[in-house]
């Protein structure tokens, strides 16, 4: 069936880099992606969505990018604090509001 | 705003007992929720889908018998684990949505740490 999944499954920066995070997805008829934080023990945070009309949507330190021709999302992160440390997932928003999450990726920052 | 809660934040049962996971919409209408269940070090499956009023849709492979989930109001749905074994030991989340089909914004709950002994 269709998945999302992802390339690494820890990454470790300094604190102070610029971390990215990768995600390929399988199903092309998606229109709708969405990057998750997840701290140990708690719910998914919403940090930033991107509609698959656009290929780059920037937030407040974060940056989606999407590239359809290779079914490649990355979420990037400026100036990666101690406080980024988490899982973070990429989803993927079907028909029928359903969300199909990727394996998940650690960022860990090193201080 | 859009705050979701859940209830018991984590509950420890015996094998064979039944547990009820409670989650509420705090500050809107949620016409559709989700239950979702993750194991350790691994991603959100969803469970099954539920909208008030109506009976939840399971995903492939989620017996509804066991996981009994009931939409009764716009701002509540539970999830109830009958006989539970410690196979069922999982984070249960679930997550809200204002809205129908494309376009709904879905907000999680902070989960529940069920475990089974």
């Known amino acids: 069936g269709e998945s999302v999944g992802l390339h690494l499954p820890t990454l470790s920066v300094q604190e102070g880099d610029n971390s990215i995070i990768n995600c390929a997805y399988s199903n092309s008829a998606s229109d709708y992606f969405i990057w998750y934080k997840q701290e140990s023990g708690k719910g998914p945070q919403f940090i930033i969505d991107?509609?698959?009309?656009?290929d780059k949507r920037q937030g407040q330190r974060v940056t989606v990018l999407l590239n359809k021709t290779v079914k490649h999302l990355s979420l990037q992160i400026a100036a990666t604090q101690p406080g980024d440390s988490a899982v973070y997932f990429c989803?993927?928003?079907?028909?029928?509001?359903?969300?199909?999450f990727g394996g998940g990726t650690r960022l860990m920052v090193k201080p | 705003g859009a705050v979701v809660s859940q209830h018991p934040s984590w509950v420890i049962c015996k094998s064979g007992t039944s547990v009820k996971i409670e989650c509420r919409s705090l500050?809107?209408?949620?016409?559709?929720m989700f239950w979702y269940r993750q194991f350790p070090k691994q991603s959100l499956m969803l469970m099954a889908t539920s909208n008030e009023g109506s009976k939840a849709t399971y995903e492939q492979g989620v017996e509804k018998d066991k996981f009994l989930i009931n939409h009764a109001s716009l701002t509540l749905s539970t999830l109830t684990v009958t006989s539970a074994h410690p196979e069922d030991s999982s984070f249960y989340i679930c997550s809200a949505s204002p809205g129908t089909g494309r376009g709904g914004e879905q907000y999680f709950g902070p989960g529940t740490r069920l475990t089974v002994t």
């Open positions: 989803a993927e928003r079907n028909a029928g509001n359903m969300l199909t």
């Open positions: 991107i509609r698959s009309n656009m």
């Open positions: 500050d809107f209408q949620a016409t559709t």
